[in-house]
């Protein structure tokens, strides 16, 4: 906590304050790093993910949608290190090219629940009130519902978009942002640099994004992290049931719904390839949450 | 109790208030024209307008509001274009395969899950530690679907092990006399030991597949929870009294240590309904998840919106059942609400 209120110290001393402020968590972040060496793995991991979805159609051995039916159901090979699917497709390049569409939805939504979230959440803590009641209400109404079944049904009535998909997902995340806002912005309602912030004459506006945004800043980024995972998990879940993402679009879920009838035949290596992309993704922000977890709120660890 | 009773009957009535109004947004929104949807491709410009008139959608929003709620308390979900039955008989035929499931599921997790997070908690660095931090880890990030299908190769396609992942029993074998709906139950009251383990066979791997989804919170938070609990001062105290080892975990930090985990079970149950859609859709699951995936891709939204209210409300009362469990486990909760 002292971390986080440390910028808002008296103007003239703030660049060295910031400074050792910044050195520390740097310092920390190299202790959990040092400490946990699965972070640094976890970020290695979000570089290889983050190069195939900006390099993807580039780096892709062949291209995802041309078919062969000729090389059909080939298991991995030299040629097709992850073989190919039914229509002879070539899964490694279908599997580095989906990275993109992954990544987007889970990150467009993740931004558009933050957004959202965020602002709702902070408004409510810093008003209290009717703005409280609100944004609390709505919130509670979204975890009444069992959050996929609750996406599902979104996005069967909005229709069957991939905009769509990115809607439910930031909509049955917002109670998570929203609560944590709130909690963070009723606790710094009434602290001594919002009061001076106030007494300078600064609007409300002003001081919710300068003094109170700024300050939740680091523990709303472990939250976007954490529910990048969920995010992708959730995506992929929707388009297995053929929500969302049409073939021959690559997309992992997708993928996996159309390796699964050839499992029980034992053309395994259609729907296993892109579940381990998928798998370790959501691993991979997971664990970088949890690190970020420790250099954020080290007493929440687990 | 019975104050207690009534008093969280209450609470629930919001979240209640609040699941009707989504789920009527919902039926609302419907991609393109909900009327010329219902009338079919091939109708006219006028049949369109009779439909509209027929369901209330030339009304004012607050009387189609109004005649949603009628209509859901007369039980009335509407009729599946896909199987011609009202929603709510269909539902209600598949919801005890879905029960079942699910239940099945996370027995299995908490028998794995609560020894092992005890164990984390009682011997810090050990191998069950290491173990159930890998669980917890891992368990949040397999996709659901991706388990299932891996177990199906596993045990199916390599060992043989299991039968085809094709429904609740075996092609050959017959349902059991309806008591509860769960074969397992059924089957053993009548005595059909050939169709209990036809039953059990088909369950075994769906089950398994939710209970790897279920055993990461559960196993993190029973871990997290004794951790604090064993910290605690009357743990100390009880020790230097000269209980047993044994005695003090159980009896004197697990039972504080549970309140948490119970907690807990409302965020699982809410994982485990939607899971429960995918599982049901990889090992082709007679129950309501899979009724609603056909509907989706048939277009067929009255069955997806009975559907997702259903669960919902189901939702609310697994909640209020936790509640009530809560003041059962620790009279304290229960002496300060009353």
Same mark, same amino acid.
């Given at each position: 906590m002292s971390l986080a209120v440390q910028p808002a110290a008296a103007p003239a001393p703030?660049?060295?304050?910031?400074?050792?402020?910044?050195?520390?968590?740097?310092?920390?972040?190299?202790?959990? #790093?040092? *400490?946990?060496?699965?972070?640094?793995?976890? $970020?290695? %991991?979000?570089?290889?993910? +983050? /190069?195939?979805?900006?390099?993807?159609?580039?780096?892709?051995?062949?291209d995802p949608l041309a078919s062969d039916t000729s090389a059909a159901l080939a298991p991995p090979s030299l040629a097709h290190p992850f073989g190919t699917d039914q229509l002879g497709r070539d899964i490694l390049?279908?599997?580095?090219?989906?990275?993109?569409?992954?990544?987007?939805?889970?990150?467009?939504?993740?931004?558009?629940?933050?957004?959202?979230?965020?602002?709702?959440?902070?408004?409510?803590?810093?008003?209290?009130?009717?703005?409280?009641?609100?944004?609390?209400? #709505?919130? *509670?109404?979204?975890?009444?519902?069992?959050? $996929?079944? %609750?996406?599902?049904?979104? +996005? /069967?009535?909005?229709?069957?978009?991939?905009?769509?998909?990115?809607?439910?997902t930031a909509i049955i995340n917002f109670p998570l942002y929203a609560r944590l806002a709130r909690a963070e912005a009723a606790v710094r309602r009434n602290a001594g640099f919002v009061q001076a912030a106030r007494l300078t004459g600064n609007t409300d506006a002003r001081i919710l994004l300068t003094s109170i945004l700024p300050n939740i800043m680091p523990l709303m980024a472990v939250q976007m992290s954490l529910t990048m995972g969920y995010a992708i998990l959730n995506a992929a879940g929707l388009s297995f049931i053929g929500l969302g993402v049409r073939p021959p679009t690559p997309e992992w879920g997708i993928m996996v719904a159309e390796g699964a009838s050839f499992i029980v035949s034992g053309e395994w290596w259609i729907a296993l390839f892109p579940g381990l992309a998928l798998m370790l993704a959501v691993f991979c922000f997971n664990l970088i949450g949890d690190g970020l977890r420790d250099i954020v709120d080290p007493q929440r660890r687990t | 109790m019975l104050r207690i009773l009534v008093d969280r009957l209450l609470t629930t009535l919001p979240a209640l208030a609040g699941v009707v109004v989504v789920c009527f947004l919902l039926t609302r929104v419907l991609p393109g024209d909900t009327a010329a949807y219902f009338a079919g491709p091939a109708a006219t410009p006028q049949a369109i307008e009779q439909?509209?008139?027929?369901?209330?959608?030339?009304?004012?929003?607050?009387?189609?509001?109004?005649?949603?709620?009628?209509?859901?308390?007369?039980?009335?979900?509407?009729?599946?274009?896909?199987?011609?039955?009202?929603?709510?008989?269909?539902?209600?035929?598949?919801?005890?395969?879905?029960?079942?499931?699910?239940?099945?599921?996370?027995?299995?997790?908490?028998?794995?899950?609560?020894?092992?997070?005890?164990?984390?908690?009682?011997?810090?660095?050990?191998?069950?530690?290491?173990?159930?931090?890998?669980?917890?880890?891992?368990?949040?990030?397999?996709?659901?679907?991706?388990?299932?299908?891996?177990?199906?190769?596993?045990?199916?396609?390599?060992?043989?092990?299991?039968?085809?992942?094709?429904g609740r029993l075996d092609s050959f074998a017959s349902a059991p006399p309806t008591l509860t709906g769960f074969y397992l139950l059924d089957s053993l009251?009548?005595?059909?030991?050939?169709?209990?383990?036809?039953?059990?066979?088909?369950?075994?791997?769906?089950?398994?597949?939710l209970a790897i989804f279920a055993l990461a919170p559960i196993a993190r938070i029973t871990r997290a929870s004794m951790l604090a609990v064993l910290g605690a001062d009357f743990v100390r105290t009880a020790r230097a009294a000269g209980l047993s080892g044994r005695k003090v975990v159980i009896t004197y930090a697990f039972r504080?240590?549970?309140?948490?985990?119970?907690?807990?079970?409302?965020?699982?149950?809410?994982?485990?309904?939607?899971?429960?859609?995918l599982v049901e859709k990889v090992f082709a699951w007679p129950?309501?998840?899979?009724?609603?995936?056909?509907?989706?891709?048939?277009?067929?939204?009255?069955?997806?919106?009975?559907?997702?209210?259903?669960?919902?409300?189901?939702?609310?009362?697994?909640?209020?059942?936790?509640?009530?469990?809560?003041?059962?486990?620790?009279?304290?909760v229960g002496s300060a609400a009353a």
């Open positions: 703030r660049p060295p304050v910031e400074a050792s402020g910044l050195r520390a968590t740097l310092s920390h972040a190299r202790h959990v #790093v040092g *400490d946990n060496p699965v972070t640094g793995f976890a $970020f290695g %991991l979000l570089l290889l993910l +983050v /190069a195939c979805a900006i390099l993807g159609p580039w780096i892709a051995p062949y390049s279908r599997v580095i090219v989906a990275a993109r569409l992954d990544l987007a939805i889970a990150v467009f939504s993740v931004i558009l629940v933050f957004a959202a979230g965020g602002l709702a959440g902070v408004a409510a803590g810093f008003y209290g009130g009717w703005t409280d009641r609100i944004v609390g209400r #709505v919130a *509670d109404t979204i975890m009444a519902f069992p959050l $996929f079944v %609750l996406a599902m049904g979104i +996005v /069967a009535a909005l229709g069957n978009t991939v905009t769509n998909i990115v809607i439910a | 439909i509209r008139k027929e369901l209330g959608l030339d009304r004012p929003v607050p009387e189609q509001f109004g005649r949603y709620v009628t209509e859901l308390a007369r039980g009335d979900l509407g009729q599946s274009l896909t199987t011609g039955q009202p929603v709510l008989a269909d539902l209600k035929s598949r919801l005890p395969a879905s029960a079942e499931l699910t239940l099945f599921g996370l027995v299995l997790a908490l028998v794995v899950a609560l020894p092992l997070g005890i164990l984390a908690a009682v011997k810090q660095g050990s191998l069950a530690d290491h173990l159930c931090r890998i669980v917890a880890t891992a368990g949040v990030s397999l996709p659901v679907f991706f388990t299932g299908l891996l177990l199906v190769y596993l045990f199916y396609f390599v060992l043989g092990w299991s039968p085809a992942p094709l009251a009548a005595g059909e030991v050939e169709t209990f383990r036809s039953a059990l066979a088909q369950i075994a791997l769906p089950g398994l597949t504080n240590a549970v309140l948490p985990v119970v907690t807990t079970l409302g965020m699982v149950f809410s994982f485990l309904l939607g899971a429960n859609v129950g309501v998840g899979s009724y609603a995936v056909e509907a989706l891709i048939a277009s067929d939204y009255a069955p997806v919106q009975g559907f997702v209210l259903a669960m919902a409300i189901l939702y609310i009362v697994l909640n209020l059942l936790i509640d009530l469990a809560y003041g059962l486990i620790d009279p304290r």
